[in-house]
């Protein structure tokens, strides 16, 4: 399986980046995971709009599902000139208002639950619900080979220990490089916390991805470096392999 990062930023992308989105490609199947600010473009790379398998939102905020705006827009636009366009399969928590980017002519829609399972070839998906603002989903992809884990949004819970426990590549917000004693934040991770998690789950590799995009990359570097002896930073375009 191989995953590549379109997009590490949350709320606003930095300089010439993109918010969250993660590419997933396995024996031909192409997987997005999340869709935000300038990941229809970096998505291009690999893949057509509508040759996507699978579409999967963690939750419905825009650093995470902006782009499916102009996704829709693609397909309608296709179909209006009479492409034949297939629905794409769209995994999402229940919005908690409607929206027409949820378009059910264009995409084949579930609503993400904690028993929810999606089976991809011998690849089973599966989903746990974390601490946010909203539905916020953490997702797991595995094999008998392997074991990719993604936390999503979340502030700290065991739930996220379970979730990934023994994975091979573990991507995790840490959103937060130092969390303020004087400004409670429990919605989402900081770097010490995402390693903690990491630690306590046995994860072989942690990716910490959702970074602030105004603080220092090596602000990161050298926080998770104080936890995590086996971490590294998302890079956009990279390709991790599994
Ligand atoms: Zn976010």
């Known amino acids: 399986m191989q995953m590549t990062v379109l997009g590490r930023y949350g709320t606003a992308p930095a300089k010439d980046g993109a918010c969250s ?11 997005l995971i999340d869709c935000g600010n300038g990941v229809v473009s970096r998505l291009q790379h690999f893949c057509k709009i509508e040759e996507l398998d699978y579409i999967i939102l963690s939750h419905v905020h825009f650093d995470h599902m902006a782009d499916l705006h102009l996704i829709k827009y693609v397909l309608d636009t296709k179909k209006y000139y009479g492409e034949e ?7 999402l928590p229940k919005p908690e208002q409607d929206d027409e980017v949820y378009d059910d002519n264009l995409f084949d829609i579930t609503y993400i639950q904690d028993d929810t399972i999606i089976n991809i070839d011998d690849l089973t998906v599966s989903f ?3 601490v946010h603002l909203i539905d916020s989903y953490g997702v797991c992809i595995e094999s008998e ?19 990934a426990k023994d994975a091979d590549l573990f991507l995790c917000e840490g959103t937060i490089v130092k969390k303020r004693d004087d400004i409670p934040m429990n919605h989402h991770l900081s770097v010490e916390e995402a390693c903690r ?14 970074l602030w995009f105004e603080s220092k990359i090596e602000d990161y570097i ?21």
Do not use: W
Not at 23 to 31: A, D, G, P, R, V
Not at 145 to 163: E, H, P, Q
């Open 128 to 130: 746990k619900k974390m």
């Open 21 to 31: 989105g993660y590419y997933i490609e396995y024996k031909n199947k192409k997987i």
């Open 145 to 163: 080979r392997f074991k990719f884990v993604y936390s999503g949004d979340t502030g700290y819970t065991d739930d996220l220990v379970d979730l």
């Open 197 to 210: 998690i990491s630690n306590l789950a046995n994860c072989k590799r942690l990716l910490l991805t959702h």
């Open 85 to 91: 366009i297939n629905k794409i399969p769209l995994f």
């Open 222 to 242: 050298e926080e998770a470096g104080k936890y995590s002896s086996n971490f590294s930073l998302a890079r956009e375009m990279d390709t991790y392999i599994l």
